[in-house]
């Protein structure tokens, strides 16, 4: 299989898991309006309620942040503090861009890791979330969501998606461009 071959496959791919981690969003979003809708006119409207939907408003709380955190790795609109790229210089600005990404997989690797032990003691210690399903199942978005992070914050160096936050640095980065052609 030759590079080009290689390079297009994967740029499918990519493609792909964009569109799901998209509709996964999506989906958790209205799931969690759904049950939350729900909950609000049982416990208003017939003084009851589900049992299982606070907690698992939770859990969904937490999916939606991981999978938002995987879309905005994704498109480099991460959190990010930009002071340096105000008073460094275009190349450097750019050095900075890829040390950050590289260190912030780095970090993610971590979390993917411990979130990882994490969910191993929760199996082991058979802790329940709610109506009997093991917690470790819903956990399994954690070393999961972390890794997909460093995946794409590696993706992130090869793609020259590289443009920080300030004004200063966007028309930098535009003059690389720019320069480049």
């Not at 969690?32 to 309620?49: E, P």
């Not at 590289?102 to 709610?130: G, H, P, R, V």
């Not at 992070?149 to 966007?170: G, Y």
Request: hydrophobic share 55%.
């Amino acid at each position: 299989m030759s590079l080009k071959a290689l390079i297009q496959k994967f740029q499918q791919s990519e493609a792909i898991l964009s569109k799901i981690e998209n509709a996964l969003i999506i989906i958790i979003l209205f799931a969690t309006m759904f049950i939350a809708v729900t909950q609000i006119v049982l416990r208003n409207g017939f003084s009851s309620g589900l049992s299982w939907a606070d907690p698992a408003l939770k859990m969904l709380v937490l999916y939606i942040t991981i999978v938002g955190s995987i879309i905005a790795t994704r498109e480099n609109k991460h959190l990010s503090i930009d002071v340096l790229s105000k008073f460094l210089p275009v190349h450097l600005n750019l050095l900075v861009q890829k040390f950050t990404n590289i260190f912030a997989a780095f970090i993610c690797l971590l979390m993917s890791y411990y979130s990882l032990k994490l969910l191993l003691l929760s199996k082991e210690f058979e802790d329940i979330a709610f109506n009997g399903i093991p917690l470790w199942i819903l956990q399994i978005i954690l070393p999961l969501g972390f890794l997909l992070m460093a995946i794409r914050f590696v993706i992130n160096n090869f793609n020259n998606k590289l443009s920080p936050d300030s004004e200063f640095a966007l028309t930098s980065v535009q003059k690389i461009d720019e320069s480049t052609y």
